[in-house]
């Protein structure tokens, strides 16, 4: 065996070891439609003008690139607050943001989260209706911060900070208003309305309004995560169940498990030889792109273990390209090793140009796709790379240290049958 072979399958055998290890120690990245959640979508509206008093106390906000980056961040640190592992958050079109909450457990609270707007303001009461409250331009979009606390035995409270520059206006607000209510206003409902004893200048203060563990917690999660630049209106909500996920990972199991055990029959009875070896790097295929999988994370979603699937017969395919391209130089009368080389020589252009196509297939689909159709973009790109992998280098090794064997040179065994001599008369 040469020098080159031997260090090119202990590579390989170092290789799949890390790749096993990988596996063992490594969880998959679960999409959504396998182990459940909500899937969202929801829409940015326009906001008009406020005039009160004479004052614009609301400026007009036109969705723009700029307003949905804005927007896509919000809700993000919302999600964060939630505690979801690997949420799935993108815009779709100009107006509209995505979200996939894997494995969430209580699908009406986050949706409240995610699309309230939680605009807090501060309002002073109009002097001659005490009925209505006037905006003062004291807004929640100016705290550095907010938190649940518990006081007492089960009155929960909401304790907020200013930055500086709201902390100058509320406390020239609180000035003003010593000896009057100051009224708390959550996406323009009355929370609560407390009576101003002294200024407040310290920047800190907190709300009060009977709210559960719950309400408080996901409030001063909104109200730290910010105010949303525009209201964003549900136009799609839908749950899916682990169940249904479960169902179709397993018929897609079983749907792979098949076509497996059919590609590893042709290739052998078809290919003799060459086909067991094309096998073998299947195996090391589907180990390196689990591996994969694991290490990037990619989260695997039903199209996904199709895209997984299909670049498995784009794998072998590969391989029918070199075999088929050895057995002609076999029947060109070349020995069996030249017949070898000459097969990966020549029909490596071939695999390179059609990979190449798939791989661009697949960036238009990462591109101008959304959620499963992106899974199945990435998994298949993955695939075809690794399928190049495998079957230039990892075939190409096992068939040389083959061939070195004398038993193993028999065209017979490459599913060719050797050239009969012509007899010719006197």
């Known amino acids: 065996m040469a020098n080159r072979d031997k260090f090119m399958l202990l590579f390989l055998i170092i290789l799949i070891g890390v790749a096993s290890w990988i596996i063992a120690t490594k969880p998959i990245k679960q999409g959504l439609d396998i182990q459940g959640g909500i899937h969202l979508v929801v829409e940015a509206k326009d906001v008009k003008e406020k005039i009160v008093d004479n004052k614009v106390v609301e400026s007009a906000v036109k969705v723009n690139p700029e307003v949905m980056l804005a927007a896509i961040a919000v809700v993000r640190q919302r999600v964060d607050g939630l505690g979801v592992a690997e949420p799935m958050i993108q815009l779709k079109g100009e107006r509209q943001i995505i979200v996939e909450l894997p494995g969430i457990k209580d699908p009406q609270d986050a949706v409240k989260l995610i699309g309230e707007t939680a605009k807090l303001d501060f309002r002073r009461q109009d002097p001659k209706d005490p009925s209505k409250w006037v905006e003062t331009g004291v807004y929640g979009k100016m705290l550095k911060d907010a938190r649940a606390n518990l006081r007492g035995a089960s009155d929960w409270i909401i304790e907020f900070e200013f930055n500086k ?4 206006k509320f406390g020239d607000l609180t000035t003003e208003l010593v000896g009057q209510p100051l009224g708390i206003f959550l996406d323009n ?3 609560s309305s407390p009576r101003v004893n002294s200024p407040i200048t310290g920047g800190s203060g907190l709300i009060e309004g009977g709210f559960t563990a719950e309400d408080a917690k996901k409030l001063a999660i909104q109200l730290k995560a910010g105010q949303l630049p525009v209201p964003l209106e549900m136009v799609e909500n839908r749950t899916v169940g682990p169940t249904l996920g479960q169902e179709a990972v397993e018929k897609s199991f079983f749907a792979g498990m098949a076509g497996l055990f059919v ?3 042709f290739m052998i009875w078809f290919y003799r030889i060459p086909g067991a070896v094309a096998d073998i790097a299947l195996v090391f295929y589907s180990l390196l792109n689990l591996a994969i999988f ?9 199209p996904g273990i199709a895209g997984f699937i299909l670049s498995i017969g784009m794998a072998v395919d590969a391989n029918i ?6 057995k002609e130089e076999l029947r060109m009368g070349k020995s069996i090793f030249n017949a070898v080389e000459s097969g990966f020589q020549r029909a490596f252009s071939s695999i390179f140009d059609s990979n190449t196509t798939t791989l661009i297939s697949c960036a238009v689909l990462y591109y101008f796709g959304t959620g499963l159709i992106r899974g199945f973009a990435v998994t298949l790109a993955i695939g075809v790379i690794i399928s190049m992998f495998t079957a230039i280098t990892v075939s190409r090794t096992l068939m040389r240290i083959v061939v070195r064997f004398k038993k193993m040179r028999n065209p017979l065994l490459y599913g060719v049958k050797p050239m009969r001599k012509q007899q010719t008369g006197a």
Not at 165 to 168: K, L, P, T, V
Not at 294 to 302: R, S
Not at 321 to 326: A, G, S
């Open 165 to 168: 520059e709201g902390a100058q």
């Open 321 to 326: 390209l070199i075999f088929e391209r050895t």
């Open 294 to 302: 694991k290490l990037i994370p990619v989260t695997l979603t039903v």
């Open 189 to 191: 409902k009355l929370v």
């Open 263 to 265: 590609v590893v029959i």
